[in-house]
C-alpha cells in the first residue's frame, strides 16, 4: 500500500538478483504488566493468519500448543493470495468485517505505506495493529499470558534461552527464509547460493537429529516449532514450487522422522492444512508458476511410526 491506497507490486528480487524479505512495519509488543502498551488480557487480540504461510502456522503453534485457543481469537485469509493481496472471502473478516486484510491495515492507519502481511494481530482495545511479525508474536504468546492460563508451558525455556535463540537463527537464513531464496531467486548465482546453504544445513540437521530427539536435547522448544512448518511444507511444495529439489525430506531419515515425531505430538496437526497450502502457493505466485496448476501428488502419510521415542536416550 501506499499512503492508504492498494498497489499492486510484487516484490522482486535485488539487483544480484537475490530475494530479500521485507521487515515487518509494525513491532509492537504484549506484556504481562501491560507497560509496552499492549496488556495480555483475555479475548483482547485478534489474530489474521493464512494457513499456507509458515510463519503464521508459527503462531498457531505457540497458540495451540500453549493452550491459548480461547484467549487469542484467530480468523483465516483465503488460499488464493491474487491482485488485491489477502482477501477474506468466505471466511469473513469477524473483528471489523472487512472484505481483505489490506482493509484493516487502512483502517490502523489510512495514510499506511508498507506491505500488507500475515500474520497480523489486532488490538481490539485500542482498534490497532499491533504486529505483523511472527518471531515477536510467538515470544509474547510464549512469556505474556501464562498468568492467564490454568497450567502454563514455555517454549522458550529460559534456562537455554541463548541456545533457542541461536538455533532459530541458523535455521532462518538457510532454511525458513532459504526455501524462499530458492523459489524466488532471480539470478543463477542467486539460486545457487540459496540451494547450497539450505541442503547444507539440512544435512547438518539430519546429522544433529541422529543423536537427539529434539534440535536441543529432550525437550520440544521453541526452535522446533519455528523449523517444522517449512519441514511440513517442504516436499509438497518446496522441493517442487521452490526448486529445492537436491534431495527430498523424505530422503533424510532422521528429519523426515523428526517431522512425523513432530506432527503426532497433540495439537501440533490441528494447526496444518496441506490442501489450503497447496492451493495457495500454487496459484498465487504468478511470477515463477504463471499457469497456476497444483501438482497432485506427492502422497505424504505423517502418521507413520515416527520410532524417535528412545533417540539420544542411554
Ligand atoms: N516477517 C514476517 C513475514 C511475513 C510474510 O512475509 N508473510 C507473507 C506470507 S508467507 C505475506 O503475507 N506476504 C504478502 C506480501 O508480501 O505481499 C513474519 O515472519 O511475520
Not at 522446533?224 to 517449512?230: A, K, M, Q, R, V
Not at 505430538?265 to 499457469?291: F, L, N, Q
Amino acid at each position: 500500500m501506499i499512503d492508504g491506497e492498494w498497489v499492486e507490486h510484487d516484490l522482486g528480487p535485488d539487483a544480484h538478483g537475490r530475494f530479500i524479505r521485507a521487515a515487518a512495519k509494525f513491532r509492537g509488543r504484549i506484556s504481562a504488566d501491560g507497560k509496552t502498551g499492549f496488556k495480555a488480557e483475555q479475548g483482547r487480540y485478534h489474530l489474521y493468519i493464512a494457513d499456507a504461510c509458515g510463519w503464521c502456522h508459527r503462531t498457531l503453534l505457540f497458540r495451540q500448543l500453549l493452550g491459548l485457543e480461547e484467549v487469542i481469537s484467530v480468523s483465516r485469509v483465503e488460499p488464493l493470495m491474487g491482485a488485491q493481496g489477502w482477501e477474506f472471502g468466505d471466511h469473513g473478516d469477524p473483528v471489523l468485517g472487512k472484505s481483505r486484510l489490506s482493509e484493516v491495515y487502512a483502517e490502523h492507519d489510512p495514510k499506511y505505506t508498507g506491505r500488507v502481511t500475515v500474520p497480523t494481530l489486532w488490538d481490539r482495545k485500542t482498534h490497532r495493529i499491533v504486529t505483523n511479525e511472527s518471531s515477536d508474536i510467538i515470544r509474547d504468546f510464549d512469556s505474556a499470558f501464562s498468568g492467564l492460563l490454568a497450567t502454563p508451558r514455555r517454549f522458550f525455556l529460559p534456562e537455554i534461552a541463548d541456545e533457542i535463540d541461536a538455533m532459530i537463527d541458523a535455521n532462518y537464513h538457510p532454511v525458513n527464509n532459504g526455501v524462499y531464496r530458492c523459489g524466488f531467486a532471480g539470478s543463477q548465482q542467486a539460486y545457487d547460493e540459496a540451494i547450497a546453504q539450505l541442503f547444507a544445513r539440512l544435512d547438518a540437521l539430519e546429522s544433529l537429529l541422529g543423536r537427539q530427539r529434539y534440535l536441543l536435547g529432550e525437550r520440544l522448544t521453541a526452535a522446533d516449532l519455528c523449523l517444522f512448518p517449512t519441514l511440513y511444507r517442504f516436499d509438497s511444495v518446496y522441493y517442487i514450487h521452490f526448486k529445492c529439489c537436491v534431495r527430498q525430506l523424505r530422503d533424510y531419515p532422521n528429519l523426515w522422522a523428526y517431522t512425523r515425531d513432530i506432527y503426532q505430538t497433540p495439537g501440533v496437526a490441528k494447526t496444518c492444512d496441506m490442501a489450503s497450502t497447496r492451493a495457495h502457493y500454487y496459484a498465487s505466485h504468478e511470477s515463477i508458476h504463471p499457469r497456476r496448476l497444483v501438482p497432485s501428488g506427492p502422497e505424504i502419510d505423517f502418521l507413520a511410526p515416527h520410532g524417535r521415542e528412545h533417540v539420544g536416550t542411554a
